[in-house]
């Protein structure tokens, strides 16, 4: 199953600070939907994960944002334990999928303690149905069947509002501490003409917060 897109950061960067340069926009489809309806949901800082269900095989396996890049035996552990295949096999014996998600908690990442301080978890962002990106009424279907975490709404805006929203700070959902960011999706799912999503992503750090 395919690897996560990278997401495209909003603004080009400057050279020496690596900080935005606000108004020279990365992509020409973020500068022309700039004032039109965004969903911002809450970026989790953890480590990229894939849960892909073959229902041929009956097989649940576990890569991170790459095919060569390891997951801890810990969160390993975890992802086990919330996805057996008994579940899978369950719920959906005839339709494979890829959930992508993030792996978060204690010692992944600097401040992974500050969501889950004595374990980890995961939370989900995504879900890939053959070449069907699933929309959020339906990932969330999934997740509630499956009982594991979404990532939330945080609020719905222009791009505009998104970046006003970080550069006041914005606290997390899992405690008292800075969210990482926002990644912002067009309120309805839209693909440039090479065929790639149109989403990108607000951290505090790209604006020298």
Known sequence: MREYPKIQSIFKRD???HHFIEGMWAMPEFEYLQNNKWVFTEKVDGTNI????????GKVSYKGRTE?????TFLLTELQNLFPVEKFNSLYPSVS???YGEGYGAKIQKGGG????NGVSFVLFDVLIENWWLERPNMLDIADKLDIQTVPIREMG???DGIAIIKNGLNSTWGNFRAEGL???PYVELFNRKGDR??????HKDFGE
């Open 114 to 117: 500050n969501y889950l301080p």
């Open 97 to 99: 999928m890829c959930l």
């Open 158 to 160: 222009t791009l505009h």
């Open 198 to 203: 149109v989403i990108t992503k607000l951290k």
């Open 68 to 72: 060569n890049a390891q997951i801890s």
């Open 15 to 17: 050279e020496k600070t």
């Open 183 to 185: 990644v912002c999706k």
């Open 50 to 57: 894939r849960v892909l269900w073959s229902c041929l095989e």
